[in-house]
């Protein structure tokens, strides 16, 4: 998901570091640059295709990279940070807010590191301010919730003691909560260092970009496969219960399916299925010795290619009661890539085709679904009990009728614009007997009696 950093530059930044017995006196900003480069290092070695922004804020905004996936861009962007005046959290977020719609959809989730010292900053638009004004911040100055999903994490660059006497705990998970979309408040743990920093940020890193690794399978068929971005749990609450959900590292193949049956089914997440190289128990590659870098025979490019040409997908296994599909999808002409789509959890997330475990192959049936020659279908499946709400449609007008009515409103506003007043009444009889049979024929059908009863 789409990540962006954003660092506090206020004057509190600058504040120095308690000295040590022969070491180098550090500032606030020196350590969290320290920690952003440790994230900025695991996200490009694990998580590559993660686009990520940088941006300052003290009491104004600046975004020094837009969203990039060029690692030692944003390493350079870095060394541009300068320390400024007051901080004003307010308008940071309003600028992210915008930020993110712009580049991106409102479906789309995203991730918000927030590097702060803790401070709550004076005056209007400080943390303490905007919490205690839960008028004035609602109308105008806290722009969260987010129209979007996003998770906070806010990176505290302060000692635990020092967090205790500002109430930046509390005040940055309120920031969290009245945000909705989750995320962590993360302080260093043992003296405020260089290595109790880098070890918080690697802790996020690993916690939140991790990469999936797992196995694709069909029959005897295996590769071994990367999700990108990695998949998260699914946790819903309903009214009598909680559903939760985890992504199996064992994706199983149950069976294939026409791309015109599925169609475009909602999904709640979508991930690139990317090959592994096979590794063997000393970390090395089985095939760098005997075939040349990308031509290593793979099922899971096989599969990818035979999707792409039969114009089919695959329905997989992702855990338990939960199930997902496996195309080909292509963001240009001439390049295209095998994509996972995970639907909700259940046997009959996708309506149209009944229960996944109803599905079996087309040689267990009598006569072929498709037919001799593959003009009809089976799909979509009709329910086997009928709903108090499911009725037979209605129509009180034929569309030629429809058409009719659309051109006596034609009529009547040609002849008011030409003052053809002929032409006009007209238009009004025609109208209005049109009108009075339509009247008629809904009382028909409401009071079930003929035309001679109403007459």
């Not at 004076?122 to 919490?131: A, E, N």
């Not at 039969?310 to 599909?325: L, R, T």
């Not at 569309?399 to 506003?413: F, K, M």
Request: proline letters at 6%.
């Amino acid at each position: 998901m789409p990540t962006i950093v954003l660092v506090d530059v206020s004057l509190s930044m600058a504040r120095p570091l308690p000295p040590t017995d022969g070491g180098e006196e550090y500032q606030r900003q020196n350590l969290a640059n320290h920690g952003i480069t440790t994230l900025l290092d695991y996200i490009a070695t694990h998580s590559r295709l993660e686009f990520t922004a940088l941006a300052v804020y003290s009491s104004l905004w600046e975004l020094i990279v837009p969203f990039t996936r060029d690692y030692n861009e944003l390493k350079n962007g870095l060394l541009k940070l300068d320390v400024f005046d007051k901080t004003r959290l307010d308008v940071a977020l309003q600028e992210v807010r915008s930020t993110v719609l712009e580049e991106w959809s409102p479906i789309t989730p995203c991730q918000l590191v927030l590097v702060t010292d803790g401070r709550s900053g004076i005056g209007p638009g400080s943390f303490r301010h905007l919490f205690d004004n839960p008028k004035g911040s609602k109308e105008k100055s806290l722009p969260i919730p987010f129209p979007f999903p996003c998770k906070i994490q806010v990176m505290l660059i302060c000692s635990q003691s020092e967090a205790l006497q500002t109430n930046a705990l509390g005040l940055s998970q309120k920031l969290i909560d009245i945000n909705g979309g989750g995320g962590n408040v993360h302080i260093p743990e043992g003296p405020l260092g260089l290595k109790s920093v880098q070890q918080m940020f690697l802790k996020l890193a690993e916690s939140t970009y991790a990469p999936f690794y797992g196995t694709l399978s069909c029959g005897h068929l295996k590769s071994d496969i990367q999700l990108a971005p990695a998949p998260e749990g699914f946790n819903v609450k309903h009214d009598f219960e909680t559903i939760t959900r985890t992504v199996s590292p064992e994706i199983e193949v149950c069976g294939f399916i026409d791309v015109s049956d599925i169609c475009s089914p909602p999904t709640i997440s979508r991930h690139l299925v990317l090959p592994v190289t096979t590794k063997d128990s000393n970390g090395k590659n089985k095939e760098e010795d005997e075939v040349e870098d990308g031509k290593a025979p793979s099922f899971c490019v096989l599969l990818h290619g035979s999707l792409k040409v039969e114009n089919m997908c695959a329905i997989v296994n992702v855990g338990s009661d939960w199930y997902g599909i496996l195309y080909s999808w292509a963001d240009s002409k001439k390049k295209s890539n095998l994509m996972l789509g995970l639907v909700q959890p259940g046997d009959e997330s996708i309506s149209w085709l009944g229960k996944f475990s109803n599905l079996a192959p087309c040689t267990d049936f009598d006569s072929h679904p498709y037919g001799e020659d593959d003009t009809k279908t089976p799909f979509p499946v009709r329910p086997a009990e009928k709903r108090s709400y499911a009725q037979n449609s209605v129509v009180w007008v034929r569309a030629s009728g429809l058409q009719v009515t659309s051109l006596y409103y034609t009529d009547i506003h040609t002849s008011i614009q030409t003052h053809n007043h002929k032409t006009y009444l007209n238009a009004i009889i025609n109208f209005a007997f049109t009108f009075y049979y339509l009247v008629m024929y809904v009382c028909m059908y409401v009071y079930e009696c003929s035309e001679e009863d109403l007459r």
